[in-house]
């Protein structure tokens, strides 16, 4: 599992997307944030091409699944809340296994 | 919400010495209990999981135990070594109107030369 970029400090109200690529053909892939003493949560699923679900923590977040491979997180007016360190994973649903990309370390002021 | 609790946040072992982290659950229709490695600047990485149908899993030095009525799951290590040192997570998971994991807010390792 693939993420760009690695680190990014954005402007609030500045438009960003997340990239995730993976290349295992998985038809499962999701996002999570990581913030300090809250572990990881999700954002976003997807369990195939056009198909995509909201997690525990969605506001101010949009994905699109165009094609397998892809799972691209969008903030369209990001503000400091926002910052987080983002993870994307692609998922062997049957049995259950995510496998987790390096992370892109987001900061929003 | 669901959500689960882990403990302790931090640990700190001897070299050689066990390491327990514990966590609950409060999602009944969770069935898959998976434990993630997080080293920094990286991704979680799953050292080793356990299902609804099990009570107990090893693997080499690590083990996992499951009492689904408590709603209970912990991680052992044994003979710990520095390079354990590392933040771990655990999770629960199930497919139940979509695929949804909720993580634990991480133990912080640190194994002591």
């Known amino acids: 599992v693939t993420q760009t970029p690695k680190f990014q400090v954005l402007k609030t109200g500045q438009s960003m997307t997340l990239q995730c690529a993976q290349d295992m053909n998985h038809e499962y892939m999701s996002w999570y944030r990581q913030d300090p003493g809250l572990g990881l949560r999700q954002i976003y699923y997807?369990?195939?091409?056009?198909?995509?679900d909201k997690g525990d923590v969605p506001e101010g977040y949009k994905v699109s699944r165009k094609e397998k491979r892809n799972f691209p997180l969008i903030l369209e007016s990001p503000s400091p809340n926002q910052t987080s360190l983002y993870f994307c994973a692609s998922i062997v649903l049957e049995i259950y296994e995510q496998y987790f990309g390096p992370g892109t370390r987001l900061t929003v002021t | 919400g669901e959500n689960v609790e882990q403990h302790p946040s931090t640990l700190s072992v001897q070299e050689g010495d066990s390491a327990v982290i514990k966590c609950t659950y409060s999602d009944s229709a969770s069935n898959y209990f998976p434990w993630y490695k997080q080293e920094l600047g990286k991704g979680p990485q799953l050292i080793i999981d356990i299902r609804s149908n099990v009570g107990e899993k090893k693997d080499q030095r690590i083990a996992v135990t499951l009492n689904k009525t408590a709603k209970h799951f912990s991680l052992h290590i044994t003979e710990t070594q520095p390079e354990d040192s590392a933040v771990y997570f655990c999770a629960a998971s199930r497919y139940t109107g979509g695929f949804k994991t909720i993580f634990g807010a991480g133990t912080r390792l640190f194994v002591k030369a």
């Open positions: 997807s369990m195939n091409v056009e198909v995509t």
